[in-house]
């Protein structure tokens, strides 16, 4: 039988021990990714960050509908940064002083400018964005000119510096006109039309929430490359760190002796 994200969902929303084993095997190593990115490779953050997500106030495993896995790895990596410290900017920078200076910016433009708060470096997005990163270079060089001009305090990084305040209000500026889980899908997947895409674009090239919410699923197609499932000597510290007891065997396995 296949087991799937959203039963995985389900039995962690009841602390059945099956749905958090498969979540330990499964995510603990993207998550582990996600916090030495945003934090450091740090054992005892990658705890903190794990103990967060099991408290019942976790929104996590709230969801009572299906949702397809990249979707809600998109929404463990909010999770994750959630529970990480972010040093608050010398600078500030708005959400909506972002959205105007980029105004002129086409969609993927926006993308390549909006990574950059997220700590990625040209050769990083690159690939992501099926762009060379010199050409990231280049259009992060002219974002960075145009909030120049929006701006009275400015200095190179200032994107960069904001990345986590500016993400937290992208997340929560969503509204009715955004795009479905099926819409963002479809695109990663090349399944879009091209009259699909054009009315896409004309919603996204003004919604920085879709901007952002974008950027994150194709975050997570590149931090899924690689990524294999713990053993089940790996995942037992982590069991006992969130006090998980093994899930139990099924009543075959147990009457042959397997393990």
């Given at each position: 039988?296949?087991?799937?994200?959203y039963e995985?969902a389900?039995?962690?929303?009841?602390?059945?021990?099956?749905?958090?084993?498969y979540?330990?095997?499964?995510?603990?190593p993207?998550?582990?990714?996600i916090?030495?990115?945003?934090?450091?490779p740090?054992?005892?953050?990658?705890?903190?960050?794990?103990?967060?997500?099991?408290?019942?106030?976790?929104?996590?495993?709230q969801?009572?509908?299906?949702?397809?896995?990249?979707?809600?790895?998109?929404?463990?990596?909010?999770n994750?940064l959630?529970?990480l410290?972010?040093?608050a900017?010398?600078?500030?920078?708005?959400?909506?002083?972002?959205?105007?200076a980029?105004?002129?910016?086409?969609?993927?433009?926006?993308?390549?400018?909006w990574?950059?708060?997220m700590?990625?470096?040209?050769q990083?997005?690159?690939?992501?964005?099926r762009?060379?990163?010199?050409?990231?270079?280049?259009?992060?060089?002219?974002a960075?000119?145009?909030?120049?001009?929006?701006?009275?305090?400015?200095?190179?990084?200032?994107l960069?510096d904001?990345?986590?305040?500016?993400?937290?209000?992208?997340?929560?500026?969503?509204?009715?006109?955004?795009?479905?889980?099926?819409t963002?899908?479809?695109?990663?997947?090349g399944?879009?039309t091209?009259?699909?895409?054009?009315?896409?674009?004309?919603?996204?090239n003004?919604?920085?929430?879709?901007?952002?919410?974008f950027c994150?699923?194709l975050?997570?197609?590149e931090?899924?490359r690689?990524?294999?499932p713990?053993?089940?000597?790996?995942?037992?510290?982590?069991?006992?760190l969130?006090?998980?007891q093994?899930?139990?065997r099924?009543?075959?396995?147990?009457l042959?002796?397997?393990s």
């Amino acid at each position: 039988m296949i087991y799937t994200c959203y039963e995985m969902a389900r039995d962690c929303r009841t602390d059945r021990p099956e749905g958090w084993s498969y979540f330990l095997s499964n995510y603990v190593p993207v998550v582990r990714k996600i916090v030495a990115h945003y934090g450091s490779p740090d054992a005892a953050l990658l705890n903190r960050v794990l103990v967060g997500i099991r408290k019942p106030e976790s929104s996590l495993f709230q969801t009572l509908e299906p949702v397809p896995e990249r979707w809600f790895l998109a929404e463990l990596r909010q999770n994750v940064l959630a529970e990480l410290d972010s040093p608050a900017p010398e600078i500030d920078l708005d959400l909506e002083t972002v959205a105007a200076a980029l105004e002129p910016l086409t969609m993927v433009e926006k993308q390549a400018a909006w990574t950059e708060g997220m700590r990625y470096q040209p050769q990083e997005t690159g690939p992501m964005l099926r762009m060379a990163p010199q050409t990231v270079q280049k259009i992060r060089d002219r974002a960075a000119e145009l909030i120049r001009g929006k701006v009275d305090t400015w200095r190179r990084t200032l994107l960069a510096d904001n990345g986590a305040p500016l993400g937290r209000a992208a997340a929560a500026a969503g509204g009715k006109e955004c795009l479905s889980q099926k819409t963002f899908l479809d695109i990663l997947d090349g399944r879009m039309t091209w009259r699909g895409r054009e009315e896409l674009e004309r919603h996204v090239n003004g919604c920085w929430h879709c901007i952002d919410h974008f950027c994150r699923m194709l975050e997570i197609v590149e931090l899924l490359r690689g990524v294999q499932p713990l053993t089940e000597q790996e995942v037992e510290p982590y069991r006992t760190l969130l006090g998980i007891q093994p899930p139990k065997r099924p009543a075959w396995k147990r009457l042959l002796g397997a393990s």
